[in-house]
């Protein structure tokens, strides 16, 4: 193709909208959606403090549909009619000075904002984007990453796996002055070099640079938190530096590489300048909010398909399937077997069609659900061996599922038996404080320092290990004669003050793994029996109602033959009408059922688990899972469960 400067192109952009064959009106907007979509005022557009970004990379006039190797390179075709689109729809793009009008209270967004962003600072960002807006006048964000754009002739680098990127396939700086200079298009950090993987654990994988402590295999050591936050700020400091020595104008935005950022990275940005900061998780943004979602533009999308991808993506419920693995499973003392069974996890995993893993993050092999030692580095307690980090982002990467890091809430057992008996959840015995150990060996949660343990091995969870969520496991509960360690009178907390105590810490915990997983989202353990019998809640702790309120998802263990139920398939009727009776119980509840009687140690046959997700599915319910999953040996079948299990069987998959 022979280049064309912007003014020449622009020219025939005019031509090439009559050519595309792009109508404008209400008869064209109905035929971009497919034939059951409903159109028109069914649509809730943004505006006022909300927008929408999208995010875009590369542009070419021979991207394929689907099929190209580049799946983020959209089609010159297909960016125009999507612009087309946005302008006849009620779509309004805004600048950054728009989003930060709004954010002072100056002037309200206009309704429909979307904000366009472009990554990795490509030469197609002024060869075929730049007259586009020019023709369309729509401002757009373009994020450069500084060391590219200063890299040596003859500079190479593999480019997201799908070939070899070089500097006549990047902007030159006389080039980013130039789309500046148009008044259409800020500049935004994409950092300076942290747009790669470093080492992030034993094994070898590779991790984005700007969320990663990196591993030296050379020591066996991981960069220290003052290590890491000094080499983020120089980056950053750099990236920074050069934009404004090249511009004129110092960045006021940074776009995470690979979407990966905390509240640490953020902060540090924010301190050189950079207010917003850019992901690539769905969602519709807010000015008011840091981190801000993105809708990554993939796989060069038709034009109805974007369309009802824009206006569907935030409206349909979301199904959730889960696989709860023990991570004991995987672990091996010789690493050859570690890897073989990994490998039957993870393509198991992705052939269930699951959204979801529950993963064990501490080890269990004795069964008892209490925490002695754990699968990532902690201040706390011995580590059996460093997989979690390994395990979640081959689970992550390969089989594309969301990781739920499965921990308990209290049940830890510190190295040292004296200090755990001091820390520990209290009974009276004979007008003596003891451990109350009926089966857990569970710290106090009205102790500071049993607190203050717990926030630390949560914290060290999400530092070292990349996560979506946090699974609170089922020891979280204080009976009615428990925590003496309250009250030295033998006075008791009241059944509810106890519920509201617990929901609080672990939200609690949520927030301190959120320094480092800022999208960390929840999921907590919840007895049947506290559903069937709401009286319970004076044993347990716990409450339906308001754990649907306080968490994302609440995992009720839907386990008849755990409760030793004579008919299996009545108790479940009924535990399922018992959580349709709650306002959003439905919605908010995951189902999860058992593939093992522990009573009797005999598996759950695979068509019973079946049948009891059909009729889950039959009453309403909307997600399920099950525990637990024995990749090993096959059970439940993959061919019997599949067919109840995958996500597949749902057209509102999000991305």
């Not at 109805?304 to 995987?330: G, I, K, T």
């Amino acid at each position: 193709m022979i280049p064309m400067t912007p003014a020449t192109l622009g020219g025939f952009l005019l031509l090439a909208l009559a050519l595309v064959g792009i109508p404008s009106g209400p008869a064209w907007a109905q035929d971009a959606f497919p034939p059951d979509a409903p159109v028109g005022d069914t649509v809730t557009l943004p505006g006022g403090d909300e927008f929408i970004i999208l995010s875009y990379h590369d542009i070419r006039d021979d991207a394929a549909i689907h099929v190209d190797p580049d799946p983020y390179a959209v089609s010159t075709r297909q960016l125009l009619q999507q612009f087309e689109w946005l302008r006849e729809n009620g779509y309004t793009p805004v600048s950054l000075d728009d989003v930060v009008a709004a954010r002072e209270g100056e002037r309200p967004l206009p309704r429909g904002a979307v904000l366009l962003t472009f990554d990795d600072g490509l030469k197609s960002v002024h060869t075929h984007l730049l007259p586009i807006l020019e023709l369309f006048r729509f401002p757009a964000v373009v994020a450069v990453v500084t060391s590219w754009l200063d890299a040596p002739e003859g500079w190479e680098l593999e480019y997201d796996g799908i070939g070899t990127l070089t500097k006549e396939d990047l902007l030159s700086w006389d080039e980013v002055r130039e789309l500046v200079e148009s008044g259409l298009v800020e500049i935004a950090s994409h950092s300076h070099a942290l747009h790669q993987g470093i080492l992030a654990n034993p094994f070898g994988n590779v991790q984005p640079a700007a969320v990663t402590r990196g591993y030296d295999s050379a020591s066996g050591t991981y960069e220290t938190e003052e290590e890491y936050r000094e080499r983020v700020r120089w980056d950053l400091l750099t990236s920074s530096r050069r934009i404004e020595e090249e511009t004129g104008v110092g960045p006021r935005a940074i776009v995470w590489p690979f979407g990966e950022f905390n509240r640490i990275t953020e902060a540090l940005a924010s301190e050189l300048g950079m207010t917003f900061s850019m992901g690539l998780h769905p969602g519709t943004a807010s000015v008011h909010q840091t981190g801000l979602p993105r809708f990554v533009i993939s796989g060069n999308p038709r034009l109805p398909e974007l369309v009802w991808f824009l206006e569907h993506s935030q409206q349909a419920l979301s199904p959730v399937r889960v696989m709860q693995v023990d991570l004991d499973y995987v672990y091996d003392p010789d690493p050859a077997q570690i890897e073989r069974n990994l490998d039957l996890l993870v393509e198991r995993v992705h052939a269930m069609g699951v959204t979801t893993v529950y993963l064990q993050a501490f080890a269990n092999p004795e069964g008892d659900g209490n925490a002695r030692a754990l699968y990532f580095p902690n201040r706390h307690l011995p580590v059996r061996a460093d997989l979690f980090n390994r395990v979640a982002w081959q689970l992550r990467t390969r089989a594309g599922v969301q990781v739920f890091g499965w921990l308990p809430v209290l049940a830890f057992v510190l190295p040292d038996a004296e200090r755990t008996d001091e820390l520990a959840v209290k009974r009276w015995v004979e007008g003596e404080m003891v451990p109350s150990r009926p089966d857990f060996w569970r710290l106090s949660p009205y102790l500071p320092e049993a607190r203050q343990i717990i926030r630390e091995i949560y914290e060290d969870l999400a530092r070292s290990s990349p996560l979506d969520g946090l699974l609170f496991d089922d020891d979280a509960y204080l009976s009615d004669f428990e925590d003496a360690s309250l009250h030295g009178d033998g006075r008791l907390p009241p059944a509810r003050e106890r519920t509201v105590h617990l929901i609080e810490f672990t939200l609690e915990l949520a927030e301190v793994a959120r320094t480092h997983r800022p999208l960390v989202r929840t999921a907590r353990n919840l007895y049947a029996r506290v559903v069937l019998e709401p009286e319970s809640e004076e044993w347990f702790s716990q409450n339906l109602g308001l754990f649907l309120e306080a968490y994302d998802q609440t995992a009720l263990m839907a386990m008849p033959y755990l409760e030793r139920a004579r008919r299996p398939d009545a108790w479940m009727r009924r535990l399922l009408e018992e959580v349709a009776a709650v306002p959003g119980g439905l919605q908010g509840t995951m189902f999860e059922l058992q593939s093992v009687d522990w009573w009797t140690t005999e598996r759950i046959p695979t068509q019973e688990m079946l049948d009891w997700m059909r009729m889950l599915q039959r009453g309403g319910a909307v997600h399920f899972g099950y525990y637990p999953d024995d990749f090993i040996l096959g059970h439940p079948s993959l061919e019997g469960i599949r067919p109840g299990i995958s996500v597949e069987r749902y057209p509102f998959r999000r991305p």
